[in-house]
């Protein structure tokens, strides 16, 4: 296991020398994959509707994958354990494969989201495996620097993704952009075949796997979901309340089983681990709101889907310079970053609720210019102090939790966000996304969408001043 002991700061050629070189490549390959394959999809989708139907389950791509993510995270661990990293690795990416061509043969919405399902159980297990494994194959003085990798891999995402989905979708062909994910994930299976051997990573026995707790959890996530389709605001409401109400029967079973999803104190703003749980979850939900972004620029600006999707992108593009840029920081410095950090959420989803409805602007280029910084600086301001947090879950862990931890890490974060993004759809179509429709009700729905999630960012101001150095 890794040493925990203090040590000097690492610096990035430490992390990519010898063997910490091709352990750095083989985590970083999955989430890459998976990141590619959310951006490929954010930027197609509005094309596929306009194809096969389905505006109303529009955020259900979003919402099913990522559900079925926190489900392939959740098992992540005990799958570790039971068949080692290299199998786990790769059955992973067999199932990921399945329900990518799932995807491509799709001739309709409801096969489209059967496939995003087991696109996003395979993707999650690779997420999870990522972050799981840092802790052990890593010293500790390489954790930040591994874990801005991890992030700096949805950069990649920001590349590829638009690009290969912005084409393809322009070119009427969007079933070829998940065709052309096929080739990468055997070149990736091959990488991982050769470099891991059986359990050489693995960690102790994580135990019983918290069935019930898992099974809440993505209940109270498709009740907010299903409430989404209706056009009453009280359905609307008790699907809110119905999911918020299982989220706190979960907190309550889990912290009284042996067979835990969460590791102890996940749940208390009293300790140290909630408060980094509850803040990392706050600034997700604020990057949930780019599952909307490419339909609000193709519809309310007349963008094309591959301007619109590397627009959408600068979201992660802007967590990735970020993540890269603040890794190396001492402690003093990490803290002060864990405190701004919430600050520039807040700003830049408040200037995009002002700025995304508008149609008016004298100079269009201006508009691109405002849009694609305060897209920018939503993904910047989350990773300013995204590596602090995570290393943070592993410093403050209980003793003998630190895997449950790590693993839980996705959990937290994919939760977060297949939460916000039903919320998304919530919002989003009882402002008038689906009715009345159009220029019209896009705008309606971005300015009600940026606003309201710019409250979570705020809430998170106030709890990193509890964050403790």
């Known amino acids: ?126 997420f999870a495996l990522s972050y799981a494994l840092i802790r052990v194959v890593f010293d500790s003085r390489l954790w930040p620097r591994a874990m801005a990798l991890v992030s700096g891999m949805w950069g990649v995402a920001t590349l590829g ?95 009284r089983s042996s067979a835990k999803l969460l590791p102890s104190g996940a749940y208390s703003l009293s300790a140290q681990l909630g408060v980094i749980y509850a803040i990392m979850s706050l600034l997700a939900a604020g990057l949930t709101t780019e599952i909307f972004v490419p339909y609000f620029l193709q519809v309310i600006h007349g963008l094309t889907p591959l301007a619109a999707g590397y627009m959408t992108a600068a979201m992660a593009g802007g967590w990735t310079v970020a993540s890269l840029y603040s890794a190396g920081s001492n402690d003093a410095r990490a803290h002060r970053l864990i405190r701004i950090s919430p600050v520039v959420v807040t700003i830049a989803l408040a200037t995009l609720a002002a700025a995304i409805p508008i149609t008016t602007w004298h100079n269009p280029a201006i508009a691109i210019v405002v849009y694609c910084i305060a897209l920018a600086c939503v993904g910047f301001g989350i990773g300013l102090s995204w590596p602090h947090l995570l290393t943070r879950v592993f410093a403050v862990a209980a003793p003998g939790e630190e895997t449950l931890a790590s693993a839980s890490i996705t959990t937290v974060q994919l939760y977060a966000t297949a939460l916000s993004a039903a919320l998304a759809g919530v919002i989003a179509n009882g402002a008038g996304l689906t009715s009345p429709g159009g220029v019209a009700g896009a705008q309606g729905a971005a300015l009600a969408l940026f606003a309201s999630f710019s409250i979570a960012p705020a809430l998170a101001i106030l709890l990193s001043a509890r964050v403790k150095r």
Request: with cysteine; charged share 5%; glycine share 12%.
């Open 1 to 126: 296991m890794a040493s925990t002991a203090a040590a000097p700061q690492a610096s990035w050629s430490d992390l990519f020398y010898g063997r910490n070189g091709l352990r750095s490549i083989a985590l970083g390959g999955g989430v890459a994959l998976h990141a590619v394959n959310i951006y490929i999809v954010t930027t197609i989708l509005p094309t596929v509707v306009q194809e096969i139907g389905g505006l109303a389950y529009y955020a259900w791509n979003t919402t099913l994958f990522v559900v079925a993510s926190i489900v392939g995270s959740a098992v992540s661990a005990r799958a570790i354990d039971t068949m080692g990293p290299r199998l786990t690795y790769l059955l992973a990416l067999v199932g990921f494969s399945l329900g990518t061509v799932g995807c491509a043969l799709a001739p309709s919405m409801p096969v489209l989201l059967a496939g995003r399902t087991v696109q996003g159980l395979s993707g999650g297990v690779l």
């Open 161 to 255: 993704g638009p690009a290969i989905g912005g084409i393809f979708a322009q070119g009427g062909h969007w079933r070829l952009a998940f065709w052309v994910m096929l080739p990468v994930a055997l070149l990736l299976a091959l990488i991982v075949a050769t470099q891991f051997r059986g359990k050489e990573a693995g960690a102790a026995e994580t135990g019983r796997l918290p069935i019930v707790s898992i099974a809440l959890l993505v209940l109270s996530v498709l009740a907010i979901s299903v409430a989404s389709l209706s056009q009453s605001l009280v359905w609307n409401a008790c699907g809110i309340a119905v999911g918020l109400i299982i989220g706190g029967l979960i907190a309550r079973i889990d912290t």
